[in-house]
C-alpha cells in the first residue's frame, strides 16, 4: 500500500506541474510601431520651386505618415511672412542675408544647403548674341532684374555696378521666375536670374552663366515651428547625399 501510496502521490505532482505549465502564459513580444514622421510647411524661395518638390516627394516616399507642404515666393516676401507670425517649420531663402534678417524667429543658425550661379537669360537662340553684362548696357536692349531687395536683383545690381555697366531696365520683378516670364514672353530681350532657371525652363529661355557670381541658400528651422523635429530632418536630408544628389540634378552647386 505504501508503495501505491507513493506512486498516488508522484502522479498527482505530475498532474500539478504539468497543469501548471500548461495554464503559463509566455510573456508577448514587445510590439514596436515605426515611428512616422508629422506634417512640415517649408517656405522657400521661388527658384527652388522645381528641385525642393521633388525633394519634398523623396522625402515623403521615405518617412512614412510625412506630408511636405512647400510655399515658395521670393525670398524678401517669405520673411515678411514669417515675421507677420506667418505657420511654418522651415525657411530657405536665396540668400544669407534675408535669413539673417529674420533675427529671434530663427530656432538656429543657418545651414547653407546649396549655391546658385547667376545667369543671364535670353530668347532661346540669344537672336541679340548677348554674352556679357556689358552687353546688357546697349540702348536698344530691354532689360528686366527681380527687384533691389530680391536675392537675385541685389546680386544682378551688384554685378553690373561691379563691371561699370547701366541698363535699361523695362521692370523690376518680385521673384526670379517673373523676371524669366518676362523674357519667355517677349517683354523683354534679357534678364538676369539663375542657371538653374535657365534648365527649368527647358529651353523656353537661353541662358549664359556668370562666372564667379552666385548666390548661397540657407536654410533653417524656426522657433515657432509647430513640427520641430520634422523639420530638423529634413534640413538633415536637404544636407544629406540624396538631397544634395537632387538639387545638382536642377543645377545647384554644392554647399560648399
Known amino acids: 500500500m505504501k508503495r501505491n501510496g507513493l506512486t498516488t502521490v508522484v502522479l498527482a505532482l505530475g498532474l500539478l ?5 500548461g495554464t503559463t502564459t509566455a510573456p508577448k513580444a514587445a510590439v514596436t510601431s515605426p ?3 508629422k506634417p512640415v510647411t517649408v517656405f522657400a ?3 527652388l520651386k522645381e528641385a525642393f518638390t521633388e525633394i519634398g516627394a523623396a522625402y515623403e516616399r521615405t518617412h512614412p505618415g510625412a ?48 549655391r546658385n550661379q547667376l545667369a543671364i537669360i535670353t530668347a532661346p537662340g540669344n537672336p541679340l548674341k548677348i554674352s556679357r553684362l556689358a552687353d546688357l548696357a546697349k540702348p536698344s536692349v530691354k532689360v528686366v532684374l527681380a527687384g533691389p531687395t530680391v536675392p537675385a536683383g541685389k546680386a544682378a545690381r551688384k554685378a553690373l555696378s561691379a563691371a561699370g555697366v547701366t541698363v535699361k531696365e523695362v521692370s523690376d520683378e518680385p521673384d526670379v521666375k517673373a523676371v524669366v516670364a518676362k ?11 539663375y542657371g538653374t532657371d535657365v ?25 515657432g515651428a509647430a513640427h520641430a523635429a520634422t523639420a530638423r530632418d529634413l534640413l538633415a536630408f536637404l544636407l544629406s547625399p540624396d ?8 543645377g545647384f552647386l554644392p554647399p560648399t
Do not use: H, M, W
Open 17 to 21: 506541474t504539468l497543469t501548471a505549465c
Open 35 to 37: 515611428v512616422t514622421a
Open 45 to 47: 524661395a521661388a527658384s
Open 67 to 114: 506630408k511636405v507642404t512647400l510655399s515658395f515666393a521670393g525670398s524678401q516676401a517669405l520673411v515678411a511672412q514669417v515675421q507677420q507670425g506667418a505657420p511654418a517649420d522651415l525657411l530657405a531663402t536665396a540668400d544669407t542675408a534675408s535669413a539673417q534678417s529674420v533675427g529671434k524667429e530663427l530656432a538656429g543658425a543657418p545651414q547653407v544647403i546649396a
Open 183 to 193: 523674357v519667355r514672353l517677349g517683354e523683354a530681350d534679357a534678364g538676369i536670374a
Open 199 to 223: 534648365q527649368a525652363s527647358k529651353g523656353a529661355v537661353a541662358g549664359v552663366t556668370l562666372p564667379g557670381i552666385s548666390n548661397s541658400y540657407p536654410a533653417a528651422v524656426l522657433s
Open 243 to 250: 538631397g544634395q544628389a537632387i538639387l545638382a540634378s536642377y
